[in-house]
T-cell receptor, first 112, second 114 residues
Framework: LAKTTQPISMDSYEGQEVNITCSHNNIATNDYITWYQQFPSQGPRFIIQGYKTKVTNEVASLFIPADRKSSTLSLPRVSLSDTAVYYC?????????????FGGGTRLMVKP | EAQVTQNPRYLITVTGKKLTVTCSQN?????MSWYRQDPGLGLRQIYY???????DKGDVPEGYKVSRKEKRNFPLILESPSPNQTSLYFC?????????????FGSGTQLSVL
């Protein structure tokens, strides 16, 4: 199982772009990279998922270099409501085993 | 509506009194899992299940039991709760074998063991 490492916390201001990087040096060939957002006292919710290169949806972009040993979640023009904990998750949805284990997450604080 | 339903939302109990937290999903997902969340420790996996009658330990299984008799249900059982099991618990589910799948989480169960 690929272990992930993220910064513990980050601060930003409204309107700025925020980039959160996750390291996963032992990522396996079949692993996907998924990011989740969690607000206090709520379950995490899916933000974005990718396998390689770049993925973009209505809320974020995910950049994955060719070696796939890291990934960067990019949040454009953050607002106060983006204050949350962000988790990077690496796992294989096709394979049996102890998959889908979360790391410590990155606590993002957006200031006015 | 696709959802994972946990009950109860809040629970206060005393040491040693057996309890069960229920989890049910309506998406026909094969994979289900329990996590606990404590301040500063993120989400830690307790048990997971790949399908009916298939369960396995996560990172912190001590003091917990689970069962998967039906595909939709995955209850978490604390046979003899202790104060160190005071935590916020989340159940999650996902399908397997497909790309672009994701975990769906319940709303959480805040457990206090006195």
């Amino acid at each position: 199982l690929a272990k992930t490492t993220q910064p513990i916390s980050m601060d930003s201001y409204e309107g700025q772009e925020v980039n959160i990087t996750c390291s996963h040096n032992n990522i396996a060939t079949n692993d996907y990279i998924t990011w989740y957002q969690q607000f206090p006292s709520q379950g995490p919710r899916f933000i974005i998922q990718g396998y390689k290169t770049k993925v973009t949806n209505e809320v974020a972009s995910l950049f994955i270099p060719a070696d796939r040993k890291s990934s960067t979640l990019s949040l454009p023009r953050v607002s106060l409501s983006d204050t949350a904990v962000y988790y990077c998750l690496v796992g294989d949805y096709n394979n049996a085993g102890n998959m889908l284990t979360f790391g410590g997450g990155t606590r993002l604080m957006v200031k006015p | 509506e696709a959802q994972v339903t946990q009950n109860p939302r809040y629970l206060i109990t005393v040491t040693g009194k057996k309890l069960t937290v229920t989890c049910s999903q309506n998406m026909n997902h094969e994979y289900m899992s329990w996590y606990r969340q404590d301040p500063g420790l993120g989400l830690r996996q307790i048990y997971y299940s790949m399908n009916v009658e298939v369960t396995d330990k996560g990172d912190v299984p001590e003091g917990y039991k689970v069962s998967r008799k039906e595909k939709r249900n995955f209850p978490l059982i604390l046979e003899s709760p202790s104060p160190n099991q005071t935590s916020l618990y989340f159940c999650a589910s996902s399908s397997l074998g497909e790309a672009n799948e994701k975990l769906f989480f319940g709303s959480g169960t805040q457990l206090s063991v006195l």
